[in-house]
């Protein structure tokens, strides 16, 4: 079956981001603008020069790769995903999509093709949310959907706002606004992201498109108390924060299963203070990920965890629920989900239409563009931990797919410049395009 990404080429660029961690040999941990995030822009810029793009970095840290089209007035094709990371996560969970915008690139030049459309790649800034909470922030403040005022109370868990992160980082957090696009100024949104799941390796598939993103909603919950000395202070005169705590997240997991429906609710971080052996804590802090197909199961979950909050604040406890990001279920574009799909089958891979139950940037930018996802198998469905791992002749595959879909988007459709560098009749990129395009 003829290919046209290089896996060896991804393998460098994937294996040559990862050496940006915070946590060599325990996975990788590279939070937004730290010096690990520096180092992988830094090392991004290099491949995305070496594949002919010019770069550029945003207000707020995004990178961009521009491959510049015939006719420069025409909105661009942007392509790309993040390169933030959770705390020792997987070297694939976003970077894979960034190097797929790349080696896109590097086919483009590698086989001469000027396409009419410019072609943005982009590496995004905290999808995650590992750093300052609530997650797809480049993604929200491109769009618009994100006040640049926040970004001077939006703190880190040492307090570090990320105003100050970004002014320690180089930028100015005074000129975040400028990072907004302007409405109409994109012409597509494409993204390549692992499964996360194990779906497609269990069914011997090869790519699945995404044709919408599940709701979620992030919350922040904390429980206040008094901290006291475990040796003098009677248990019925405890004002104990984490007892309060522990009383509410017992009840949180029973919400997601008695509502079904495919809802799901994790509590993945916590935080007890002061955190001494003897001390009664005064004040937990932890999250709640609520996810669910439906809008109105996710908001129901959000207002049944309030509720078992706030009954078990009593006692002389104190609670308190902020809502951190709240994203309804997205379709995202039913053209480009034929584009991607028909491409997918004229170069033989096996493909299957998917809902993705973990958010990405594309469900923000469905919003503002047409938008485009697509998944490659991820083995085990095992992410955000260090096991977590894609082939990559597998990427290489949903690469191609990219690559196809970029063509048609942005004009390449010169059929004897397509027929010279990729074969004659009945090559797969070929057929992945219909008479008129090509």
């Not at 002749?393 to 560098?421: I, P, S, Y």
Request: charge should be negative; hydrophobic fraction near 40%; aromatic fraction near 6%.
């Amino acid at each position: 079956m003829e290919r046209f990404a290089d896996p060896h080429r991804l393998e460098q660029m994937i294996e040559g981001l990862d050496r940006f961690t915070a946590t060599p040999g325990q996975g990788t941990t590279r939070l937004t603008w730290s010096p690990e995030f520096r180092g992988a822009s830094d090392f991004l810029r290099a491949q995305m020069e070496a594949a002919g793009l010019t770069v550029r970095e945003d207000a707020v840290g995004n990178l961009f790769g521009r491959l510049e089209g015939r006719d420069p007035t025409l909105a661009p094709v942007i392509v790309g995903s993040h390169f933030d990371s959770v705390p020792n996560g997987g070297r694939f969970d976003g970077p894979a999509g960034v190097v797929t915008g790349i080696e896109a690139a590097f086919l483009f030049r590698q086989h001469g093709l000027t396409p009419d459309r410019p072609i943005e790649v982009i590496a995004m800034i905290e999808e995650e949310g590992s750093r300052f909470g609530g997650g797809l922030l480049a993604s929200r403040i491109l769009t618009g959907q994100l006040d640049p005022a926040d970004l001077n109370t939006l703190a880190d868990d040492t307090g570090v706002t990320a105003a100050e992160a970004m002014t320690a980082y180089g930028l100015d957090p005074a000129r975040a606004g400028e990072a907004v696009l302007a409405p109409g100024s994109v012409h597509a949104f494409l993204e390549l992201h692992i499964e996360q799941g194990p779906v497609l390796e269990a069914q011997g598939e090869d790519v699945a498109i995404v044709d919408r993103v599940v709701g979620l909603s992030q919350l922040k919950v904390t429980f206040r108390g008094q901290a006291g000395h475990a040796g003098t202070t009677p248990m019925n005169a405890r004002r104990d924060a984490l007892v309060g705590a522990v009383t509410a997240l017992a009840q949180l997991p029973d919400l997601a299963r008695r509502i079904g429906r495919d809802s799901v609710l994790t509590v993945g971080k916590m935080e007890v203070s002061p955190g001494g052996a003897n001390v009664i804590p005064d004040l937990v802090v932890f999250t709640v990920d609520i996810r669910a197909p439906e809008e109105s199961v996710v908001r129901q979950l959000i207002a049944e965890t309030t509720a078992v909050i706030q009954a078990a604040g009593g006692n002389g406890l104190t609670t308190e629920v902020e809502e951190q990001l709240f994203v309804a279920p997205t379709p995202l574009s039913a053209a480009l989900h034929a584009s991607l799909s028909r491409h997918a089958g004229a170069l033989g891979l096996k493909h299957r239409t998917m809902v993705s139950g973990a958010g990405h940037d594309a469900m923000i930018m469905a919003g503002f563009a047409p938008t485009g996802l697509i998944f490659v198998p991820s083995r085990g469905g095992i992410s955000h931990a260090p096991e977590e791992w894609t082939d990559y002749a597998q990427l290489a595959r949903g690469v191609d797919v990219v690559f196809a879909t970029l063509c048609e988007l942005t004009g390449v459709k010169h059929r004897r410049n397509m027929r010279e560098h990729f074969g004659m009749h009945g090559s797969p990129i070929q057929k992945s395009f219909p008479d008129e395009i090509v």
